[in-house]
């Protein structure tokens, strides 16, 4: 069984929905969505994500996409409120206090510094990562386990049933199913697959917009299966189209390049 996860195109966050270049990059992507042989096809609730898997259902004739609240966004927030001063530095640059509740906002809990994680190496451990300092003014470890069990729910319908660090194969296939959703989200369900923290993913790998990550079974024993990774963040759709990647999916490659983000 394949799963491949499509990012959604360029964003604009404050309406949930694309710019125009993110228009272009998805009606590129759905221009070799046939190629990619997809059964079935879920997507995020997420204005950005719908809007980019429209493009590709319209081509395909389809209308049986699966909304899944799961594939929203990541959504789990650190809670500088609840949290000591040390580990407030690790969102130094963007903590806003707002002076209508006297508290500070929640933030998305995996946008952090690297001067923070880069000194905290329990957020990169399979385990220890729970149990930090960061992860306990957060709510994420409710969210990931919901996220987490929700998708292997799914695997379980197809026939794939998590058991520990691998999966027992009740019936195998070789069905092709398409996620659309995001960065962060994707990550997560990376870090599920391969058995290691998220923090890994999510702090160590960009996924442009529309870019294609590919997962495949592989069942090297009889009724075991793992699920082995045969690309990340690919944009061979964008480039046979004549169009650079969004830089939406990174910060600035020098501090210096003010005009990219940071």
Not at 101 to 107: A, C, L, M
Not at 151 to 176: M, P, S
Not at 238 to 243: A, D, K, P, S, Y
Request: proline share 4%; net charge negative.
């Amino acid at each position: 069984m394949r799963l491949i996860f499509y990012r959604h195109g360029d964003p604009d966050y404050a309406i949930d929905n694309l710019t125009e270049q993110g228009k272009i990059e998805a009606e590129l992507l759905a221009s070799q969505i046939k190629s990619f042989g997809l059964d079935d096809i879920y997507v995020s609730p997420l204005g950005r994500a719908q809007a980019t898997a429209e493009y590709s259902l319209k081509v395909l004739g389809r209308d049986d996409a699966v909304v899944c609240d799961w594939l929203k966004e990541f959504p789990a927030l650190f809670d500088p409120n609840v949290a000591d001063e040390a580990t407030k530095k690790a969102y130094a640059t963007e903590l806003k206090y707002n002076e209508e509740t006297n508290q500070y906002d929640k933030r998305i809990v995996w946008d952090m510094l690297p001067s923070y994680y880069g000194s905290h190496p329990e957020l990169f451990d399979v385990n220890g990562w729970r149990d930090s300092e960061l992860v306990k003014a957060s709510n994420m470890c409710e969210v990931y386990d919901y996220v987490v069990s929700s998708f292997d729910k799914l695997l379980a319908d197809y026939g794939y049933e998590r058991n520990g660090n691998i999966y027992k194969v009740k019936e195998n296939n070789d069905k092709v199913l398409g996620f659309f959703c995001h960065f962060g989200i994707t990550s997560v369900l990376l870090s599920h697959l391969w058995n290691v923290s998220p923090f890994v993913p999510m702090q160590f790998l960009a996924m442009a917009p529309t870019s294609v990550t590919e997962v495949v079974t592989e069942e090297r024993e009889k009724g075991i299966a793992i699920f082995r990774t045969l690309r990340i963040g690919d944009t061979t759709h964008l480039t046979i189209g004549g169009e650079k990647p969004s830089f939406s999916a990174r910060f600035c490659e020098k501090f210096e390049n003010m005009d990219e983000r940071h």
